[in-house]
């Protein structure tokens, strides 16, 4: 399966695009792709745009097939957008909510499905919160909550907005590390937007970093995160350093001008 291919794509408002002219060659199959830029830069736009939530023009090719041209329960099915936060007011249990999530795209019968839900919330370290209102979670929980919701689906696309804000230095690794060994064992293609640099270095192995709507670079995450787009895109001093270990690392000197 090939994966993910962006052409000529416009995303936004009708009249002020915030997307403008992006053009991808492919986001890879079986790897995570960090999608990195300043706030309001259109990050969001984009993966609400792919996901069909959002107006947009161009191509976007999952497949060989352009999601723009499927009707919206047939791009649903291969599409799983998280958004940053999710409704508030829904009063399930949490083992209801990710079983709804299952039928919803087409899944097994309820024991069956039961059964998938244990195992994705076992992985995730959340079991124990099975059986609790989705209104009694805290922030964190709940993004674990969505996180088990959108990995039971089984998408070809998984697109992660921000999933990492509301958790800990512990489940932001255990969370990635989970999405990055989900990601190659299905194949899919995963875009996650985060805003910590070092966590594109370490747990990503693309890179797209945009800047007011466009492009600036796409590709592995040391060809990407360099001192010079950093300067241009963030406006910070930064360098980029291999550490002790061997990995490679951000330290930020300041802010350019200050």
């Known amino acids: 399966m090939s994966g993910l291919i962006l052409r000529g794509v416009y995303a936004g408002y009708p009249k002020r695009p915030v997307i403008r002219d992006l053009n991808v060659s492919e986001l890879p199959c079986g790897k995570i792709t960090a999608l990195i830029g300043p706030n309001g830069c259109g990050k969001s736009t984009l993966l609400r745009s792919l996901a069909g939530l ?82 009694q979670l805290s922030g964190g929980q709940r993004q674990l909550v969505g996180l088990a919701q959108s990995l039971i689906r089984h998408p070809r696309l998984l697109l992660l907005d921000e999933p990492l804000s509301a ?11 989970l999405v990055r060994r989900e990601t190659q064992s299905r194949n899919m293609v995963t875009v996650v937007v985060v805003h910590d640099i070092n966590i594109a270095l370490h747990h990503s192995e693309h890179v797209l970093m945009l800047k007011d709507g466009k492009l600036v670079a796409s590709g592995k995450p040391e060809a990407v995160i360099t001192t010079e787009n950093l300067a241009e895109v963030y406006n910070v001093r930064g360098r980029v350093e291999r550490c002790s270990q061997g990995k490679i690392q951000v330290v930020l000197d300041g802010v350019i001008g200050i």
């Open 167 to 177: 958790l800990d230095l512990n489940y932001q690794f255990h969370v990635m590390d």
């Open 54 to 135: 959002n107006k947009s023009s161009g191509t976007m090719v999952l497949d060989g097939a352009d999601l723009t041209s499927l009707p919206f329960e047939e791009r649903a099915k291969k599409v799983v957008f998280l958004p940053q936060s999710l409704p508030q007011g829904v009063h399930l249990h949490v083992l209801e909510s990710i079983i709804v999530a299952l039928c919803a795209s087409g899944g097994e019968r309820y024991t069956q499905s039961k059964e998938q839900v244990l195992a994705i919330l076992e992985q995730l370290g959340i079991e124990h919160l099975a059986l609790h209102y989705l209104d």
